[in-house]
């Protein structure tokens, strides 16, 4: 069972060894793979699939991200990571993300995701996933 709350807005995920490194601090680029996660868990609680997007020509590709790493994550930490939109328009969402332990921040992100077709040319986010983003 995937660990998705809320609205899909909030996502737990659980610190492995491999998210690690040496000193046993999660490593920086593995960060990325919780708020990637926790975008791709928001879409699903919306009915949004990236599979169904593929077939009808359309993908999401992030275009701008902005960090800041806040505190350190540890192995067996459990973190929530919530994800609120910040701005919507046509091609475009900007969504802002931050992973917590406990109620701290140890983690933000500020993500531009535009939609491409699978040609990779921009295309217009279709009404009805504008809708549902818009909700949110």
């Known amino acids: 069972m995937i660990p998705v709350l809320d609205d899909g807005s909030r996502f ?3 610190v492995y060894f491999e998210d690690t490194d040496f000193s046993g601090n999660v ?8 708020f990637e996660r926790a975008r791709t868990e928001l879409l699903r609680s919306q009915g949004i699939h990236h599979a169904a997007l593929a077939r009808q020509g359309l993908v999401f590709a992030v275009r701008e991200l902005t960090i800041a790493y806040d505190r350190a994550a540890r ?13 919507l328009s046509g091609a475009r969402l900007v969504l802002a993300q931050t992973i917590s ?20 040319r921009p295309a217009r986010l279709p009404a009805d996933l504008r809708a549902r983003f818009s909700a949110l």
């Open 101 to 120: 332990r406990d109620g701290d921040t140890i983690c933000r992100a500020r993500v531009t995701v535009v939609i491409l077709t699978l040609l990779g």
């Open 75 to 87: 192995i067996d930490d459990k973190l929530d990571v919530e994800t609120r939109v910040e701005r």
């Open 12 to 14: 737990m995920v659980r």
């Open 27 to 34: 490593y920086h680029a593995a960060y990325l793979k919780f």
